[in-house]
T-cell receptor, first 114, second 116 residues
Framework: GENVEQHPSTLSVQEGDSAVIKCTYS??????FPWYKQELGKGPQLIID?????GEKKDQRIAVTLNKTAKHFSLHITETQPEDSAVYFC?????????????FGQGTELSVKP | DAGVIQSPRHEVTEMGQEVTLRCKPI?????LFWYRQTMMRGLELLIY????????DSGMPEDRFSAKMPNASFSTLKIQPSEPRDSAVYFC??????????????FGPGTRLTVL
C-alpha cells in the first residue's frame, strides 16, 4: 500500500523567512496530493492541493511542487508570519481506490518566531 | 455551509463504558472518513464510507470499534468497551467523489476522548 514520509518533523524559522516541507510517497499510482494545516485544538484544514498532471501550483505565499519521477512533493511558504505557526500534513491518494482514501505523512510542526 | 459537525466535542468516560461519537458530513458529500489522532501514531484512518457503504475498515484497531452510516447525513463511531489507550482526538471528514476523481476532504473540529 501507499506510504508517505514527511520531513522535517519540526521546523523553526524567523518571521519573513521561507519554509520548506518535503514529502515522499511510494505508490506511483497516487495522483492527488493535498496539504493540510492544523492549528491547536482544531481539525486539519486544506491549504493547497495538486494533481499529478501539474508540476507546480501557487496560491499567494504558498506553493506546492510535484516531481512524479522521484515521487516527492514539497510545500513552500514564503514571507512567513507568526500565524503560519501550526502543524502541517501532506497526504497522497492512490488512484485505484473506491472512496478517495488519503494517506497522511507524520506532520511537521512549524514555528515562526517574530 | 456549516461544515462537518461532530459531537460531542469532549468526552470523558471510565474504562469499560460505551462511547458513541457522532458526525454529520457536509451536505452533498458522498464519502465519509473517521480518523484518530495521537501524538504517538499521528493521523490514522480508521474506516471510510462511500455512498453510505463501508469501503475499507482495515484501520479499525479492534472489534471493540464499530462504525455505521445509516444515511447520507449521519455516521457514528462506537467503542465498546472503552479502554484508556483509546484516548485520542477523533476526527470525521467528508468529501465528494465523482467518476473516480478525489475531491477535497473537509475535517470536522474533532472529539477529544479521554478514557480514565
Amino acid at each position: 500500500g501507499e506510504n508517505v514520509e514527511q520531513h522535517p518533523s519540526t521546523l523553526s524559522v524567523q518571521e519573513g523567512d521561507s519554509a520548506v516541507i518535503k514529502c515522499t510517497y511510494s505508490d506511483s499510482a497516487s495522483n492527488y496530493f493535498p496539504w493540510y494545516k492544523q492549528e491547536l485544538g482544531k481539525g486539519p484544514q486544506l491549504i493547497i492541493d495538486i494533481r499529478s498532471n501539474v508540476g507546480e501550483k501557487k496560491d499567494q505565499r504558498i506553493a506546492v511542487t510535484l516531481n512524479k519521477t522521484a515521487k516527492h512533493f514539497s510545500l513552500h511558504i514564503t514571507e512567513t508570519q507568526p500565524e503560519d505557526s501550526a502543524v502541517y500534513f501532506c497526504a497522497a491518494s492512490p488512484f485505484y481506490n473506491q472512496g478517495g482514501k488519503l494517506i497522511f505523512g507524520q506532520g511537521t510542526e512549524l514555528s515562526v518566531k517574530p | 455551509d456549516a461544515g462537518v459537525i461532530q459531537s460531542p466535542r469532549h468526552e470523558v468516560t471510565e474504562m469499560g463504558q460505551e462511547v458513541t461519537l457522532r458526525c454529520k458530513p457536509i451536505s452533498g458529500h458522498n464519502s465519509l472518513f473517521w480518523y484518530r489522532q495521537t501524538m504517538m501514531r499521528g493521523l490514522e484512518l480508521l474506516i471510510y464510507f462511500n455512498n453510505n457503504v463501508p469501503i475499507d475498515d482495515s484501520g479499525m484497531p479492534e472489534d471493540r470499534f464499530s462504525a455505521k452510516m445509516p444515511n447520507a447525513s449521519f455516521s457514528t463511531l462506537k467503542i465498546q468497551p472503552s479502554e484508556p489507550r483509546d484516548s485520542a482526538v477523533y476526527f470525521c471528514a467528508s468529501s465528494r467523489r465523482q467518476g473516480g476523481i478525489t475531491d477535497t476532504q473537509y475535517f470536522g473540529p474533532g472529539t477529544r476522548l479521554t478514557v480514565l
